[in-house]
């Protein structure tokens, strides 16, 4: 396997951060993964694994051997009357498998349109969006084992899948290389749109049959009005997740917030929109050099031109120091800091 160094990573993260790999090898293969693993480079240093680079901030250069997952391959493994499995290499991009499932009529994945990145980093990040989670069409995936090289595979059961959570961010954090993932989709759709945005959208579309195409079209208009794009924008989409409070706690500040946004769940805990709390704490379109929080969603945090890592991640700070003075909430950051 070729390892080479000094490495810019430039191209390689949505936030455009400048900094430098000092060992980077690209992966298209199981195989390729266990020979890596075997070089003394690798067994020498610390691992680093990446996808498309769109949740990811670098801070600063980076000692580390970057692994980059690119294996390829979208295979259709069996299916039943209700279900189509199709097993995906970690490699493929996000957006490129469901537009596959679209022209397929595959249904399942059409609410998580256009989330950029790609399949390996999928169920890590538990990635969801309008009502849907990776979670409700996961299957099971393979991953190498760091430490014996093994190919392991992970059921549902396994994954440990929360929200933008999973066993991988936790327990197994750097312990595991995703090298495929199996979904179940639908082959008779159940549409999702329940979420708000989605149906205005439909109705402004003047669409009168919905199908998994339609709503997949809602979602990639309702995102590009909304985000940022990466190439124009640096960004790693919401920096914050939406924390969660004690319905007392939230009772309480909504004798003095009566306008804050919160979701009931079932445990007793209500999920707070964080980018509510940052946009109150006035945060939203605020910039300090080249770092900002984005103006059409406080929970976005974006990359001008030349800000740095360290500058974003300052200023996340700021943003979690003041929400947890004016609302006694801490944020967490859903982007992945190296
Ligand atoms: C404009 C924009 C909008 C976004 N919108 C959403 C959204 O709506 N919903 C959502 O959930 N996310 C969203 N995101 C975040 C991002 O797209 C997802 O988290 C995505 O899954 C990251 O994939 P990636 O391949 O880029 O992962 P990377 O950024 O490369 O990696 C993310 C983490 O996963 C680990 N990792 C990556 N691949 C593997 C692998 N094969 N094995 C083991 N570990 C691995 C990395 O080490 C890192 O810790 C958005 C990002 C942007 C820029």
């Known amino acids: 396997m070729n390892i080479t160094s000094n490495i810019s990573l430039k191209p390689y993260n949505t936030f455009g951060m400048d ?8 992966v298209k293969s199981v195989e390729d993964i266990q020979d890596v693993l075997l070089d003394p480079v ?15 901030l670098f801070t600063s250069n980076i000692e580390a051997l970057i692994i980059k997952n690119e294996i390829p391959g979208i295979e259709l493994l ?23 499932c679209i022209e397929n009529n595959y249904s399942g994945v059409e609410n998580l349109a256009l989330i950029p990145g790609n399949i390996g980093a999928s169920p890590m990040q538990n990635i969801g969006a309008y009502g849907v989670e990776i979670k409700d069409v996961f299957h099971s995936l393979e991953a190498v084992s760091m430490q014996d090289k093994n190919l392991v595979t992970f059921h549902h059961k396994d994954c440990a899948f929360d929200y933008r959570e999973s066993v991988f961010k936790n327990k197994y954090k750097n312990q595991f290389i995703i090298t495929s993932v199996t979904y179940r989709l639908n082959k008779t759709p159940h549409y999702n749109i329940s979420y708000g945005a989605i149906g205005a959208e439909l109705e402004k579309m003047n669409v009168q049959d919905v199908s998994i195409q339609s709503i997949a079209k809602a979602v990639m208009n309702i995102r590009t009005s909304k985000l940022p794009d990466p190439k124009i924008i640096g960004n790693a989409g919401s920096f914050f997740k939406n924390p969660e409070i004690s319905s007392t706690h939230f009772n309480n500040l909504k004798k003095y917030f009566p306008d804050i946004v919160g979701y009931s769940k079932s445990d007793d805990t209500v999920k707070v929109a964080a980018g509510w709390l940052i946009e109150q704490c006035g945060w939203k379109g605020y910039r300090e050099g080249d770092a900002g929080c984005y103006d059409k969603q406080s929970l976005v945090l974006v990359n001008y031109g030349h800000a740095k890592g360290i500058d974003i991640f300052s200023l996340s700070e700021k943003i979690m120091e003041s929400v947890h003075q004016k609302f006694d909430i801490f944020l967490h950051r859903e982007v992945n800091i190296f």
Do not use: P, R
């Not at 900094?19 to 690209?26: G, I, M, P």
């Open 78 to 100: 069996n299916q039943d009357e209700e279900h189509v499995y199709i097993k995906v290499g970690a490699g493929v991009n996000w957006h490129q498998f469901v537009m596959y």
């Open 42 to 56: 690798c067994i020498n240093h610390e691992k680093i694994i990446l996808g498309g680079g769109s949740n990811v």
């Open 19 to 26: 900094v430098t790999a000092k060992y980077f090898a690209a």
